[in-house]
């Protein structure tokens, strides 16, 4: 069993930047790959950035990239999301999830078996 927990969330104005968190207490952590998604209100979950179990890959939507940016420290079993540029189209609540390598296309929500609580980012204009 995997837990997941997202950090660093707030409020910031447009064109600032933050980094959040996603800490896990699993000690099979740094086998897994890790993604990034964003759910505004009353829009469906989005894709937002991955990262494979070695850190040797990444993919960042294009709505996001060149603004934000995937890292993992699987010393401290955490999996970072630097977020910079930012817009008020960005707010929304951020959620961190967990999965085993499968051909599952890597954007797919359904890919991920394990999600954290979520954490909150709200731009303002």
């Known amino acids: 069993q995997v837990q997941l927990v997202e950090s660093g969330g707030g409020l910031v104005q447009a064109g600032g930047s933050l980094t959040l968190s996603c800490a896990s207490s699993g000690r099979t952590f740094s086998s897994y790959d890790v993604g990034w998604f964003r759910q505004a209100p009353g829009k469906e979950r989005e894709f937002v950035a991955y990262i494979s179990r070695d850190g040797g890959g990444t993919y960042h939507a294009n709505s996001v990239k060149g603004r934000f940016n995937i890292s993992r420290d699987d010393a401290k079993n955490t999996v970072f999301l630097q977020i910079s540029s930012l817009k008020p189209e960005d707010t929304a609540v951020y959620y961190c999830?967990?999965?085993?390598?499968?051909?599952?296309?890597?954007?797919?929500?359904?890919?991920?078996?394990?999600w954290g609580q979520g954490t909150q980012v709200t731009v303002s204009s």
């Open positions: 999830a967990a999965g085993s390598r499968t051909n599952a296309l890597i954007t797919l929500p359904t890919r991920y078996a394990y």
